[in-house]
């Protein structure tokens, strides 16, 4: 499978923006799929995770509330829908699949055995 991530912009602090994520290949419906982000000089870290068909959703704590997960199996799409944005949100967005299927859903990066390539997501002040 192979995830392309879109969606990303610069946005002035309150905003939204709507992330997508495409996967090609392999068997969308039955994987647990995540978002995560990085910004400069810090790690990775856990946005959100959604279970394979949408009926459990997990959130950052610095997220919850303003940032909504998705997905549409008939399109082999996730979504991020990102409103109230903050300059610290400002970071490289990845989405990410675990391909183990019907499993229950990780939120650590170690869970995720394939990655997007990332869409940068730059929130001004």
């Known amino acids: 499978v192979q995830l392309q991530a879109s969606g990303g912009g610069l946005v002035q602090a309150g905003g939204s923006l709507r992330l997508s994520c495409v996967a090609s290949g392999g068997t969308f419906s039955s994987y647990s799929m995540a978002w995560f982000r990085q910004a400069p000089g810090k790690e990775r870290e856990f946005v959100a995770a959604?279970?394979?068909?949408?009926?459990?959703?997990y959130y950052a704590d610095s997220v919850k509330g303003r940032f909504t997960i998705s997905r549409d199996n008939a399109k082999n799409t996730m979504y991020l829908q990102m409103n109230r944005l903050k300059p610290e949100d400002t970071a490289i967005y990845y989405c990410?699949?675990?391909?183990?299927?019907?499993?229950?859903?990780?939120?650590?990066?170690?869970?995720?055995?394939?990655w997007g390539q990332g869409t940068q997501v730059t929130v001004s002040s």
């Open positions: 959604i279970s394979w068909n949408g009926g459990r959703t």
């Open positions: 990410a699949a675990d391909r183990a299927p019907l499993t229950v859903v990780v939120l650590t990066s170690g869970g995720y055995d394939v």
